[in-house]
């Protein structure tokens, strides 16, 4: 999990796939029309403890902060860039907890803890969908029309 964090750290001069301190947002306005928010437990950078945090899902990067008021002023706790992560899946077996799902990239895994399944499901479907959106595994000149072929 620490090469996970290193990763969330690489937004302001850290490395990997996550980021825990935040100036790489990207102009994102993360404070309107996002496409997924919510709680969600996440554990701490440093301590293996849970910690709830208010999560904001747009244009591929998924955001936290330390409370659900989120406006223009509002600094991120950290951030991941969705397009960074292969898999988002649940793991109930692996934390022996109830509504956990895990993301992950080719380094390492974050898992996250949701307040129902229903919770859980939606935010993996909505990460899931971002990863594909975002995913640098295929770039526009790769993009075959069949359709146009015939």
């Known amino acids: 999990m620490a090469s996970l964090w290193r990763a969330a750290k690489s937004a302001v001069g850290m490395s990997d796939d996550f980021k825990e301190t935040v100036d ?16 969600l437990s996440k554990q701490g950078q440093y301590l293996p403890n849970w910690r709830r945090r208010w999560f904001v899902l747009k244009q591929g990067k998924l955001l936290w902060f330390k ?11 950290g951030v991941i860039p ?9 793991a109930e077996d692996v934390l022996n907890k109830p509504f956990a799902f895990e993301l992950s990239t080719r380094n390492d895994t974050m898992y996250f803890v949701a307040d129902s399944e229903k919770e859980k ?6 990460i899931g969908r971002s990863i594909v959106q ?17």
């Open 134 to 150: 975002h995913s640098r595994s295929v770039t526009d000149s790769e993009i075959v029309d069949y359709d146009s072929k015939r």
């Open 67 to 77: 409370d659900s008021d989120v406006t223009r002023v509002s600094r991120p706790r």
């Open 24 to 39: 790489e947002y990207d102009g994102v306005e993360f404070w309107s029309n996002p496409e997924r928010t919510g709680w």
């Open 82 to 90: 969705v397009a960074s992560c292969l898999t988002v899946k649940g």
């Open 121 to 126: 499901e939606d935010w993996i479907n909505s």
